[in-house]
């Protein structure tokens, strides 16, 4: 098994800045892709950035340009730093990766418990 846990999710006026952090633990596991969704009440939990293992990056289009996905391989943990934030980035925010145990061939997906952003207007 593989556990994500995630924190920085915060109240945030509109303008600012926030930078969300999920840290992946367990054993025997290799992470390829991590990346980061968000559900806002009432929607679809939506793609909002992710990175493979070689640095690769792809955003939503309603983030490119504010916000920034990056990781650190030698620590298992993936960023997104969030500048410029509007009311409508306000959702919570799951972390997620994929990941192929050494004894294995098969890619597994985990998911962390989500971690709050509100933006105020």
């Known amino acids: 098994q593989v556990q994500l846990v995630e924190s920085g999710g915060d109240l945030v006026q509109f303008g600012g800045s926030l930078r969300l952090s999920c840290a992946a633990s367990?054993?025997?596991?290799?992470?390829?892709?991590m990346g980061w969704y968000r559900q806002a009440p009432g929607k679809q939990r939506e793609l909002v950035a992710d990175?493979?293992?070689?640095?690769?990056?792809n955003y939503a289009d309603s983030v490119k340009g504010r916000f920034t996905i990056s990781r650190d391989n030698t620590k298992d943990t993936v960023y997104l730093q969030m500048n410029s934030l509007k009311p409508e980035d306000t959702a919570v925010y799951y972390c997620?990766?994929?990941?192929?145990?050494?004894?294995?061939?098969?890619?597994?997906?985990?998911w962390g418990q989500g971690t709050q952003v509100t933006v105020s207007s």
């Open positions: 990175i493979t293992s070689a640095g690769n990056t």
């Open positions: 367990g054993s025997a596991f290799s992470i390829n892709a």
């Open positions: 997620t990766a994929v990941v192929k145990f050494t004894s294995g061939r098969f890619n597994y997906r985990y």
